[in-house]
Structure formats: C-alpha cells, structure tokens
C-alpha cells in the first residue's frame, strides 16, 4: 500500500479521524468492531464509539494491542500512529500464531471534544483502579486544588495562584510536587487527574474488548499513544512493567535500554508513583498473561505550558469562562495545539518515529 504524504494520516475533527481508521482497516483486510457509546455524543452530536481493529486468529497465543486516545485530544497522535501502521502492510502478512488489536478512540468523547477527559470528568489513564477496595488517598492534591484550579483565569488570577504554589513546594519539594499532580486523586470530582469513583464506559468497554478479541494471548505486546511529555517530537517511553523484571528487559532489547531507562522528562524531578494506568488494567485483564510494553509520548511543549494548558482545559469546564467568544476559542485552540501541534515537520516525525517503533514491536512478539 502507497504510503502519500503521511499528514494525511491526521484528522482535523474525530468524525474524519473515524473513517480514516475504519478506512484504513478495511483496506488492510482487517476485522472491523465498533463499540458505541450509549451516554455521550460528540460536539456536533454525532456518535462516539470506540473503533477496534483486529489482524490474524481470534485464538493466538501472542499479540500485540496499540490504544490512541487514552487523553481524548492526544488521540489525534495516536490515530496517525495507528493508520501509519496498517499503511505500513506489515499487517498483510502476520505469522498465524499473532495477532493485532488496534483500539481506536478509547476515551471518544475526549478525542471529539479535544479534551484530556471522559464525559464525567475522569482521566482514564487513573480510573483503571480496584473500586472494590479503598481507594488512593491524595491529601496533597486537595491541598493544592484551590491554587491550581482558580475560578477565573485572569493575570491576577494566575499570579496568585502561583504564589501559592510556590509556597507549597518550596515547603514541600519538587518531588512531592511531581507526586501530588501526577498520581491521581479520587476526591475531588472538578478537579485535575480525577480517578472516578467507579469503572468509566472506556474501563468497562475496554475489558469486554480484551475478552472477545484476546481471548487466548499468552504473551501480549502493549503500547498506549500520547503526546505532552518528552522533547518535542521525541518518544518519550514510559515502562510500567516492574523495572529488571523479564518484561521490562524485553522492552529493552525491543525498543533500546536508553529510551525505557531515560529518566528524562519531569523537570528533573524522578517518575512519579501512578494510580490506576490503563497499563496496569490491560495486564489484569489478560492475566495470567504476560505483558511487555509502554505508554508512549511524544512531547510537545515544556512540562509546565502543557500543564497550564491542562489548567485551562479543565477551567473551561468548570471555571467562570469569559464572555468574549474570540478570547475562548483562542484558549481552547491553544489547548488542541499543546497535545496536537499543527506543525507539520512535528506530525511528519511523528509518524516516523511511531512506524518504526511499532514495527519493532511487531518483530519483538514474532521473537517472544
Ligand atoms: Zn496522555
């Protein structure tokens, strides 16, 4: 299949992102499922649905699953990851004992609406906890809410809630900083990186998809697209398998020791302790399974612009937003273009560095 220029692999809407895929998959011979969301409909109230791609034997033993669109406007990344891989035609010609699972739109109505979220508020990428136990605390956050999510977004605004932040960490440290924002909180239901307090329909939707279409993997390959951290239009690799473990070696030797063990990316500060990564759900979904993988960025501005654009994201959802039509569509303009950047040379990499990097995952499960 001819590869045209690879910036038409991009949507500029989730409609157009949709039949691009499904159009992909259909030409590639895949097996087309479609999930429909029963609650949520996109901005112009058209469906939403997560779009599931599947290649080779419902009942192989080794497979490889690719998500986009965990963080709803990362999804546009994600999307052109996916289609360049079945434009690839690496797809055409799996050996019979593997098997492909390309999960489109996880979280669609934040992919439609170019936000991080679900419809209820919740960062996916922290909803995949065990809600029949006691769920994380995140004191800290609740601390800092007030600060980082300030009822309007003027100068004044900004500046005082910076003054507040500062205070905490200078109090606290950089480290327990990085802890408080990243790892999830469970309490406050307006706020940033919002678990749930029960399994979203993406949670739901996604084990179901994991039953019907992996019901016999033994060894399962793993990558979740997103974009935000890392140097721009870099792979930034986030390993969540137990690090030395023979997963994690095994993400080594697929996609090199110095991207998985990097410890870039936090402003200096180490990985922060996540709760309830999609990572961790795939691996009790399928188990007892192994799984080797990573959630992948690709990075688009410094760390702390794309916060405030994830502080903005959420203030146009809960906070006083202005009046001046022009004044929002710019802020919400700038929150599409800080996780999907315009810049072509950005999409054209890109989509470079995620072919090779799938079909070096693709080769590590033909070797497992
Ligand atoms: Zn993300």
């Known amino acids: 299949m001819s590869q045209g220029d690879v910036i038409d692999f991009y949507a500029e809407t989730y409609p157009e992102a949709r039949a691009k895929f499904q159009l992909a ?12 969301h029963p609650g949520a409909v996109g901005p112009d109230h058209g ?7 599947c290649f080779g034997a419902v009942d192989a033993p080794k497979a490889f699953l690719i998500l986009s669109g965990t963080h709803g406007g990362e999804g546009y990344a994600g999307s052109a990851a996916q289609i360049a891989l079945l434009r690839s035609g690496a797809l055409d010609h799996l050996a019979p004992d593997t098997r492909v699972v390309l999960v489109h739109g996880i979280n669609p109505y934040g992919f439609a609406h170019w936000t ?6 919740v960062d996916l990428n922290r909803n995949f906890v065990d809600f029949s136990g006691r769920l994380p605390r995140n004191d800290a956050y609740l601390e800092l809410h007030d600060a980082l999510c300030p009822k309007e977004w003027t100068e004044s605004s900004r500046a005082s809630s910076r003054r507040a932040i500062d205070a905490w960490i200078a109090a606290h440290g ?10 999830g909180q469970y309490d406050e239901p307006t706020g940033l990186n919002y678990g749930g307090r029960a399994p979203e329909w993406s949670h739901r939707t996604l084990e179901a998809i994991l ?18 951290l890392g140097q721009p239009g870099q792979p930034f690799f986030l390993c969540f398998n137990q690090h030395r473990d023979p997963n994690w070696e095994r993400a080594c030797s697929w996609w090199g020791r110095d991207r998985i063990e990097t410890a870039d990316g936090y402003d200096g500060a180490a990985r922060p302790t996540y709760n309830g990564l999609i990572f961790y759900g795939v691996q009790r979904f399928v188990a007892p399974a192994e799984v080797t993988g ?27 937003t202005p009046d001046d039509p022009d004044r929002l569509a710019a802020m919400r303009r700038g929150v599409r273009d800080a996780f999907t950047p315009p810049d072509p040379a950005w999409r054209r990499g890109v989509v470079a560095h995620a072919t090779e990097i799938q079909l070096q995952g693709l080769a590590g499960v033909a070797a497992w």
């Open 116 to 121: 991080r979220t679900t419809e209820n508020n």
């Open 294 to 320: 990573a959630v992948i960025e690709f990075g688009t501005l410094p760390v702390q612009e794309s916060f405030d654009q994830l502080r903005i994201d959420r203030w146009l959802k809960f906070g006083h």
């Open 25 to 36: 998959v259909a030409q590639s011979a895949g097996q087309l499922t479609s999930y429909v």
């Open 47 to 53: 469906t939403l649905a997560m779009d599931v791609g």
């Open 211 to 228: 039953a019907q279409h992996l019901p016999s993997v033994r060894k399962l390959a793993f990558i979740d697209w997103h974009t935000g």
């Open 174 to 183: 950089q480290q327990a900083w990085m802890q408080s924002i990243m790892m």
